[in-house]
């Protein structure tokens, strides 16, 4: 009965829009109602901080919340190529350029390769969770499950930041190539807004239109995605092997001669910022719902994509330094410029097709990767559940693909590439950062197993890791030349780990493939994610602070109450089902004759 409700419901919210499509829980039906839950935020709070779901309710219950299956199409073939597809766009062909000129000089190559390894212990610590927890949300359900409630919200409002923003920095990015390929500047195609500030001047309204195009694509149905990714990306690796071949016939090794002229520190700010350009695996974890063979195809696809982008940044960050002198790089088409300088003026129109695919395969698969993050967020009530439906026609979450491109084009349209790529860093390091931790959580935390003994020392490791990882990087990020800190946090660093691996008994062995090195690899990714959050510049820090005030605020008027409303009624409905499979249910007396 509860189901045929739960399905009507879904098929209402297809058809029409009422208040109960975004705001369909107890808290919310009459006013009173609503002041009564705001008297209990501080006890609702509390429920939902200690409050964790479970595997199974992550794969089935919040699954039936869609009315509709996805289709299990995809294999370890697929997944690769739609890493790569996902990855490899404006990172490459457009940061690079910045970062080499202004923070690293030809060492941005080793800035690819901090970044790099900060990624790939990262999708070590994805692929784990989306073997064990195959759905849509991602990293999403993983901190639902390991961290509760209350951090999964806030890695959800980040989830969807990294998404948007992301999006609209390659939408913008889109522009300066397809302005390369018709030789005009990008401002050519701009609107300039005077009254408005610099960084929210230039109004571009061809990265809207690009925007809504891949709406299109997106919402119309998945099933030649694959094939398109495939055509697309297998057009760009021919593009990045002749930029590659043609760029070192042309190479100046003087142009090598000051390889790290800002130092190590320039490294490292380089590096937080070209973590961008390795975003996009976490879109295909977000496909594990709809893989066949999750055990083997995720590990394979997802760190076999990550190996192929990272030697292709580092070999176009080597190419593109030795082509030219790096203050002489330019900043919004790189690549397509440094052959012109060097005589190669038509190979610069193969550039910016290369690269117009290349960003326009990251547009489509970002787009179905943040439409199955907001359809499961949708799932849990934390947005509103209209999200959370799958189109029986289309097999595709319609309303959550449209809502995330129209917020994607609105901060396209005003906002520059420079801005949202060191926004978007935060937002994302943040997050990996807290899917190691709940890596670390899941292995050695199991409620009702662990000892409080096992527990505390535990929590007691897991804090020192962390404490010495914030100093070392706030240490980085306001002493310019001291290094005494570091002799104390590094090794406090060491320690911790070892005790953690020594001292406390894994409390859970994945089931089908586990991260190696535990608990190594997700704590050098806590380290590395959190060192590289103290190279971001101040400004940075504060959106994403106004940012998460925000989400602070829905949550405590909304978010909460729409979450506590839901897990009391799923409570209560497997209560009632539980009472009836036993043969009574409260309030009525059992006949056996009945």
Known sequence: MGSEHGDDGLRRRGCSCTKDDFLPEESFKSMGNYFKALKETPSRFIDRVMTRSVDSAEIHDMKARSGNEMKKTLTWWDLMWFGVGAVIGSGIFVLTGQEARDNSGPAVVLSFVVSGVSAMLSVFCYTEFAVEIPVAGGSFAYLRVELGDFMAFIAAGNIILEYVVGGAAVARSWTSYFATLLNHKPDDFRIIAHSLSEDYSHLDPIAVGVCAIICVLAVIGTKGSSVFNYIASMIHMVVIAFVIIAGLTRADLKNYSDFAPFGARGVFKSASVLFFAYIGFDAVSTMAEETKNPGRDIPIGLVGSMVVTTVCYCLMAVTLCLMQPYGKIDPDAPFSVAFSAVGWDWAKYIVAFGALKGM???????????????????????????????????????????????????????????????????????????????????????????????????????????????????????????????????????????????????????????????????????????????????????????????????????????????????????????????????????????
């Open 360 to 594: 326009t395969t990251v547009l489509l698969v970002g787009a179905i990767g943040q439409a199955r993050y907001m359809t499961h967020i949708a799932r849990a009530h934390m947005m509103p559940p209209w999200l959370a439906h799958v189109n029986a026609k289309t097999g595709t979450p319609i309303n959550a693909t449209v809502v995330m491109l129209a917020a994607t084009a609105l901060i396209a349209f005003f906002t520059k590439l420079g801005i949202l790529a060191d926004l978007l860093s935060v937002s994302t390091l943040f997050i990996f950062m807290f899917v190691a931790v709940a890596l670390l959580v899941r292995r050695y935390y199991v409620t009702g197993e662990t000892s409080s003994r096992d527990r505390n020392k535990f929590l007691m490791f897991l804090g020192l890791i962390l404490a010495s990882s914030i100093a070392t990087a706030v240490y980085w990020a306001m002493e310019k030349d001291g290094w005494i800190v570091y002799a104390v946090t590094v090794p406090i660093w060491f320690l911790a780990t070892v005790g953690m691996k020594f001292l406390v008994p894994q409390a859970r062995a994945p089931k089908l493939w586990g991260v190696p090195l535990v608990p190594w690899l997700p704590s050098a990714s806590i380290a590395i994610n959190i060192f590289l959050l103290g190279s971001i510049d101040e400004k940075s820090f504060v959106r994403f602070g106004i940012w998460t005030g925000v989400l602070l605020v829905y949550y405590f008027l909304f978010g909460l109450h729409a979450t506590y409303d839901t897990a009391k009624a799923t409570l209560k409905e497997k209560l009632t089902l539980k009472n009836v499979e036993e043969g009574s249910v409260p309030g009525h007396k059992y006949d056996p004759t009945t």
